[in-house]
C-alpha cells in the first residue's frame, strides 16, 4: 500500500503497514522480534486479556500511537469492557505519575547532601514524605489519586497491581517495582505471573521502538 507522506502528517492509523519493509533489510530480526511478541500474548499464568489490557496501559507510557491503537482494539476482541479500559489508562497514569514522585526521595538526599554512595534503598522512600512540607495539598491530592486509582473496581487489586508492576518496569522506577511486586504478591500473585507481566512490558516497550520504525521509513523515504 503506498503512503502519501508530508512533513505534517507523521503519525497515520495506515503509516503501519510500512513496517513489513523492515523485513526486507533485517528479516531474522525481525521475524524473531515478531515470534517473541506472538509468544508474549499466549495465554498461560495469566490470560490474554489480562496480557492485552496491560499492553494497553504500558503504550500509554511509551507514548506509542500505533500500540495503543492495536491492542485496544485486541483488548476490546478479547472482551474487555470500556471500564476495565479505563481504570487501566488510570493505573498507567498514577504509576507514571509515581515515578516522578518516588524519585522526589532522592531529590531530598541530594538537597541535604548525603553522602552515603547508595542511591536506592528502601528506606530512602520514606523521604518523600518531606514533600509534603511545603506542598501539603498537592501531597495529599496525590496519595489519594494513587489510591483511588489502585483500589478495586472493574478491575481486581490484582489486576491493577499487575498493571502496576508492568508500569513501573517501563518508568525504570525500583522504588515502584519494589512496592508493587510486593503488594501484587500480598493478592496472591505467584512468580510466574510476575514473569509473564514483565515479559509483556517487555514486547511493549521494545514493541514501541519497532513500531516507530515506519516513522523512520517515511522519513528516509520522502523526498
Known sequence: MGVTKTKESLYKRTYFDQITKLQNHAKPSYEAFLNFNQEVFKESHLTTKLKELIAVAVAHVTGCAY???????????????????????????????????????NAIRSYDDEAEDELYKG???????????????????????????????????????????AV????GCAYCID?????????????EQLTEVIFVAT?????????????????????
Open 67 to 105: 500500540c495503543i491503537d492495536i491492542h485496544t482494539k485486541a483488548a476490546k476482541k478479547e472482551g474487555v469492557t470500556k471500564g476495565e479500559l479505563s481504570e487501566a489508562i488510570f493505573v498507567a497514569t498514577a504509576l507514571k505519575a509515581g515515578s516522578a514522585f518516588a524519585h522526589g526521595a
Open 123 to 165: 528506606s530512602y522512600f520514606s523521604k518523600v514524605n518531606q514533600l509534603s512540607a511545603s506542598q501539603p495539598d498537592t501531597f495529599q491530592a496525590f496519595i489519594t489519586f494513587t489510591n483511588q486509582a489502585l483500589k478495586e473496581g472493574a478491575l481486581t487489586v490484582l489486576e491493577k497491581e499487575f498493571i502496576a508492576v
Open 168 to 171: 513501573a518496569h517501563v518508568t
Open 179 to 191: 512496592i508493587h511486586t510486593k503488594a501484587a504478591k500480598k493478592e496472591d500473585a505467584t512468580k
Open 203 to 223: 514486547a511493549l516497550k521494545a514493541g514501541s521502538v519497532f513500531a516507530h520504525g515506519v516513522n523512520a521509513i517515511n522519513a528516509f523515504e520522502a523526498d
